[in-house]
């Protein structure tokens, strides 16, 4: 048997699609958020997931866009138990059975370990990864350089479940920031409107470790730590500002997308001197 389960079924309506013509990636996380907890119940891992406090990682590849009016369905398994709890979940096109996204998961269940039990339950349905190898991606050295690119408060309507940040939530936070950069070097509305482009991210490193609650305050400050031809790589990194504690990351990878011919572009030489200002070093 594949283990693999289906944990969520729904469709992309036309108001959840962004300004490159796709299903907003924020959403694929709100989805994500009703999907997982049926897949931890499956597993025996209800009440940890629901009690939370532990670092989460997700590697999210994008390998084909979902539009508006597309149905789909999402899949998820366990992956393994060493490193950590290592789960997959992937979007699957519910016409054509192709896998559009997929996501790579790892919790980190070292302070609360899983008993001996619940690794011989947990280990007797784990499922095979077909999906791209994960690739290791440079980190900032520093946030120096950085620069602010979005700031708020934690709203009712921002709220998972367990009263926290949601993921969804999160991620909105960060297009805002993805935006607010893309204007940074250039590539703002009015650039986006009459040369018919826009950042497709087609790859997410996203980090949680930590929690804010409802009318807590976060600022993100945005960084590049990749810039090429037609591509580029942003790492997003959110802050409670009060205190400065990191409460979550994103990497985020993407191209300069003609909506036209829907292939990468170059970027032009203005933004590209602009881009290369904000770069910053890694390690």
């Known amino acids: 048997m594949s283990n693999w389960i289906e944990t969520y079924r729904g469709t992309v309506p036309p108001w959840e699609c962004d300004v490159t013509e796709h299903f907003t990636i924020a959403y694929y996380f709100a989805r994500l958020e009703e999907a997982e907890p049926n897949l931890a119940e499956a597993l025996g891992l209800g009440e940890r997931l629901r009690a939370g406090g532990f670092e989460r990682r997700l590697n999210v590849r994008f390998a084909r866009e979902l539009r508006a009016g597309s149905s789909f369905q999402v899949e998820g398994a366990v992956l393994g138990l060493d ?3 290592r789960l997959g979940h992937r979007f699957v096109d519910s016409a054509n059975g ?4 997929w996501i790579d998961e790892r919790w980190d269940v070292s302070h609360v370990p899983l008993s001996a039990e619940e690794r011989r339950a947990i280990g007797a349905r784990l499922a095979r990864w077909e999906g791209p190898a994960m690739e290791a991606r440079a980190e900032p050295k520093s946030t120096a350089g950085f620069i602010p690119t979005a700031r708020g408060r ?8 367990r009263g926290h940040f949601g ?9 805002d920031s993805c935006i607010q950069a893309g204007s940074a070097i250039g590539m703002d509305a009015e650039f986006i409107e009459k040369s018919r482009r826009g950042f497709s991210t087609f790859e997410l490193g996203l980090r949680i470790s930590g929690v ?5 305050p976060y600022l993100i400050e945005t960084g590049i730590a990749h810039l090429g031809n037609s591509s580029l790589r942003l790492v997003h990194v959110m802050t409670d500002p009060r205190i400065g504690r990191e409460v979550a990351r994103l990497g985020q990878y993407g191209v300069n997308l003609d909506l036209d ?23």
């Open 83 to 85: 490193d950590g709890l």
């Open 98 to 101: 192709e896998t559009v996204t």
């Open 167 to 175: 993921l969804a939530a999160m991620v909105h936070r960060f297009t």
């Open 212 to 216: 804010l609650q409802l009318d807590e």
């Open 261 to 283: 011919a829907r292939r990468p572009a170059r970027w032009p030489d203005d933004i590209r001197a602009r881009a290369a200002k904000l770069v910053i070093e890694t390690v």
């Open 154 to 161: 934690v709203r009712h309507g921002d709220l998972d479940s």
